[in-house]
């Protein structure tokens, strides 16, 4: 039976997944603004949070304020996705029913991001920085989709709520 997508624990999911996400998104693009105000330690703090996961190449990055986002064109189209779909309202269950359609929906996401990353090497297409954001902005919406309602189920059916708890917490002194 799939989880209810109007469930409060999948309202909660989908807050804590937008909130988070906004989070990262802000420190992406406050990293140059803090540049740009002399507030290099805090800038500096952020860049080096970004530097596992992100190449953070000047040349592959947008540009803030005079300075390098702290992370690259497709990372930034990545987390702006993953924000986005966080954002997005499900009515009823996610539209990922069968796994054949849940396949299909992660192919059509992960094809183009990988077809930008691969053909250049092979001289068959030349990626731009547009090219590298809409391939990470749809990666990101297909990876967040996936996401909330894997966090929302999780809090539905979290272990910390199959705990037995304990008689004399509730009072039950016998």
Partial sequence: MP?????????????????FWGLI?????GAPVLSGYTHSTA????????APICHQLPARSFFVA???MAVCHRCTGI?????LSSLIRFDN????????SLRLFVLS??????LDAVLPYAGLWTNTPLSRTSTGLIFGVVLGCL??????EFLHEAPWRRLPVASHIKGDIS
């Fill in 79 to 83: 987390y702006a996705g993953l924000f």
């Fill in 66 to 68: 005079g300075h390098p």
């Fill in 109 to 114: 996401g992960s094809a183009p991001i990988l």
């Fill in 25 to 29: 998104c802000a420190a992406v693009a």
């Fill in 147 to 152: 996401l909330v309602p894997g966090i929302s």
């Fill in 3 to 19: 989880f209810p997508a109007a469930s409060p624990d999948f309202r909660t999911g989908r807050f804590l997944m937008a909130f």
């Fill in 43 to 50: 800038a500096g703090f952020i860049y080096l949070f970004f």
């Fill in 93 to 100: 269950d996610p539209p990922l029913g069968s796994l054949i």
